[in-house]
């Protein structure tokens, strides 16, 4: 595929003329959604997998629940933010380049994740080169023969960025995968001339500004060199940074223009391949400090761009709480997964993040030598991660009628904060006041960044429902039409592991 110009539209429309457009083909045919009969999806977060976690359905009743929605629905995807090898075996090496840990599942995650419900999986995210590339390509493999599609991380930018496929009955579901946030090197890279690519994961860069109040402002002037003569502007660059001035302190992000065309493209190319594409976002960058963060606002120029490129159903994952919910053009985006799976039984922590939390370490413990990796899990978590809202997520279920979006359904979800580690993490249905409390939260954060539909609470649950305005027919009206599915069809159990 081709990069596009500089200079082209960002979107993803190559302006067919009309005399070379198909007349039982036209191009906005491949754009509409496919899939046929009574149709569910459902989307998890981040999974944070350590160790094989379907044993505890029979010890966890609410465990058991969410087991059995995963089950229910007909696809279910989210966002793997771990790599799976064997450490025994392992050749490869980890790495810690920002004081961040390397997270580890041991083999057996792979078919345990398969056996918990999931078929498809997003690996573009900030964890994906946690071992290296030889974790990377053994997570590969350990997913194939665990039967789950993923996407998202390729041995060069080309099989990064593609789509990758789940064959379900109702029809082809394609998954896009990238991220906005990832360690640095680990972007892939597409061959140049005699130059090589680079494996690495589907990256988006983006450009920071910084947004301060007019006395901010006025006071960084101060701080710029005096060489010439400086102009009093509303934006300039200081210490590397782009700052502009704002109304509050915060944030906006500027995607690089030819990686969001690149990506666009791959929508759409995706989308002619797919009767139902999944894009999901990788991003920890929000609008403003402070807990929980709202997402930058380059996400929602991002959700709407790839939907009218062709996406069916846009998610971001990475800022470990559930986010806002809205819909555009009849299409769900889910600006936050928050966490579905939370492993903090981390054993295999290198030296190197020892020594680059040495000073929490001092801090922290009278005798840091005898510190375990539990023990250094316990200090950064809590440091950085000690929120209830870490724990307390969305599991969305979206069901389509045919072509059409019939209703959204967020399930409430924690993770047992406060429980022992060999069950902390785990997802649960929450109930009572803590549900209502999770549903209030995201119909409120909804509601502040714009989102147009309000989210009803009822019996424990979050409903979103198109309004009839947005319930437009969007099937192939020149496909012959399959034969639908009996509405009471449950997909097949996996079976769980011996």
Known sequence: MNRPAHDDPIDADPGLRGSFAAPRRPPEIELRIGISGPFSLALAGDCIASRPITRLR????GFAAVMDLLHQTDVCCG???????DIDAFTGHPYCWDGNWPLLGEPAVANDLAALGFDMFARANNHALDWGLEGMRETSDRLDAAGLVHAGAGQNLGLARRTRHFEAPQGRIGLVSVATTYRPTSEALRPLGATPGRPGVS???LRQIDILTDDEMKMLRGLRPQSGPVEDTDAFSLFGRRFEAGAARGYRHEMDPSDLADCLLNVRQGKQGSDFLIVMVHSHETGRDGYPEPPSPFLKELARAAIDAG????CVSGIHHPGPVDLYRGRPIFYGLGNFIWSDLQEFLPSELYDLNRDLMNDAFAAPRKATAADLNGVINARHFAQQEVFETI???VR????????IVLHPIELGHGDPLTLSGVP???EGGQADRILRRIRDASASFGCEHEIQIVDGTGILRPTPALRFPISNPCATARPALPASRSRRLRRLPE
Not at 311 to 314: C, G, Q, R, S, Y
Request: glycine content about 4%; aromatic content about 6%; cysteine-free.
């Open 400 to 407: 389509f009628d045919g072509a059409e979006l019939a209703e």
């Open 79 to 85: 966002n793997l933010e771990t790599s799976i090898v």
């Open 203 to 205: 990256a988006l860069r």
């Open 395 to 397: 599991l969305p279920v």
């Open 58 to 61: 029979d010890r966890l009743p």
């Open 311 to 314: 996406a069916d159903t846009i």
């Open 428 to 430: 649960w249905l929450a």
